[in-house]
């Protein structure tokens, strides 16, 4: 679970050796105090049982929907071609070497949506459609992308929601795999993997938020593990932010 808004991991769940993050996404969720935020998740997470707890929470959801539910894809994308989007907003981007923009319109006429009812909260479905091009190449790619989502039409406001959530990808995976080579790591033995992991993402908050030197991730490691004073410093800076 990860805070776009305050750049920190809050809370991580196992996933049983014979299972899937359909079962680990609600008992992460119930751990959490979700009122008045807004829930991003992908299409693994797309299940009723999932948008019931998000509601449940006093929280909104934004749900990715792709071919693990074809029927609501067939009847969402389907509504856009006959149904007058209630809100539109476009943004544009450049960052990487590449121009992006991204259009998104909002639906609240759901009458084309015949299960709506089982699906808690639910007021909005939301197309984006992204052109990117890569500025050196001059290469175009275009995407298409539908949501499921508990808010009212603000297209503005889901659009940015849910550019948002690839922070996920760009400033906590990514992050991990380069600069704590979480994705190399061979600790199997008993709860290591877990307990490693953990220790790992704690590193992660208190480096991304103690804001004591402009220093990369590594860096930070590095002094920290070198340097007590400046640990202890590090470990003090954190705390006051996050008081």
């Known amino acids: 679970a990860w805070a776009s808004a305050n750049n920190l991991l809050l809370a991580q769940e196992k996933v049983a050796g014979k299972s899937n993050e359909i079962t680990a996404i609600p008992r992460l969720l119930r751990i959490l105090e979700l009122k008045n935020c807004i829930v991003t998740i992908d299409a693994m997470g797309c299940q009723r049982e999932i948008a019931k707890t998000i509601i449940e929470r006093g929280a909104d959801y934004i749900l990715a929907l792709k071919g693990n539910q074809p029927e609501m894809l067939d009847r969402v994308s389907g509504s856009f071609t006959y ?7 476009t943004m544009d981007g450049k960052a990487h070497g590449r121009e992006e ?20 909260g639910l007021k909005s479905i939301v197309r984006i459609e992204s052109r990117t091009r890569d500025v050196k190449s001059g290469q175009i790619h275009k995407e298409t992308r539908y949501y499921l989502s508990s808010l009212e039409a603000d297209a503005q406001y889901i659009n940015h929601s849910i550019r948002t959530h690839w922070s996920v990808e ?3 995976h990514w992050t991990l795999d380069v600069a704590f080579g979480d994705d190399a790591s061979r600790k199997q033995k008993d709860n290591a993997a877990q307990n490693f992991s953990l220790l790992n993402r704690i590193g992660l908050n208190i480096i991304k938020n103690a804001k004591v030197s402009s220093m990369g991730v590594k860096g930070h ?22 008081n």
């Open 83 to 89: 149904i007058k989007p209630s809100s539109e907003h």
């Open 101 to 120: 923009t991204r259009a998104c319109s909002v639906i609240t006429n759901l009458d084309n949506i015949i299960d709506r009812d089982r699906w808690p």
């Open 170 to 172: 760009n400033q906590l």
């Open 221 to 242: 490691r590095k002094k920290a593990g070198w340097d007590n004073d400046y640990l202890l410093y590090a470990l003090k800076s954190f705390d006051v932010v996050k």
